[in-house]
């Protein structure tokens, strides 16, 4: 499935794995949540509730792109450097193309829709 996200001036496209979490994300959308830093490698929102965990990790190849859930705080991860795979993540899906959009600094509202 394909997302999009859009905040600020940057505007790009995603696409979900087919896992329980990811279509239970997929269900909340549209969505509008406030985006934001978080140490130096991601960019977080808190979601409305909790997703369903069941497809949570730890996975192999954690990658730059990743859009990925962290279950204890319920919140949505956008990771724009390296990270490692941990017990309380699930990974949703990836960014498609670059995660320079995501390099921008700041807090700013973000709207999530599915594309199809």
């Not at 001036?9 to 995603?14: G, L, S, V």
């Not at 204890?72 to 899906?93: A, E, F, K, M, Q």
Request: charged residues 20%.
């Amino acid at each position: 499935m394909k997302i999009r996200f859009s905040f600020s001036d940057q505007d790009f496209t995603a696409t979900l794995y087919d896992n329980v979490s990811a279509r239970d994300f997929a269900s909340m959308l549209p969505l509008d949540v406030e985006v934001s830093d978080y140490s130096t490698n991601e960019k977080i929102a808190y979601l409305p509730r909790k997703l369903n965990p069941e497809a949570r990790g730890p996975f192999p190849n954690p990658a730059i792109g990743d859009i990925c859930y962290y279950v204890p705080w319920g919140n949505l991860v956008l990771y724009h450097g390296d990270y490692s795979s941990i017990r309380d993540l699930v990974r949703l899906g990836r960014i498609d193309g670059s995660v320079e959009p995501i390099l921008t600094r700041g807090t700013y509202p973000m709207h999530i829709t599915r594309i199809s």
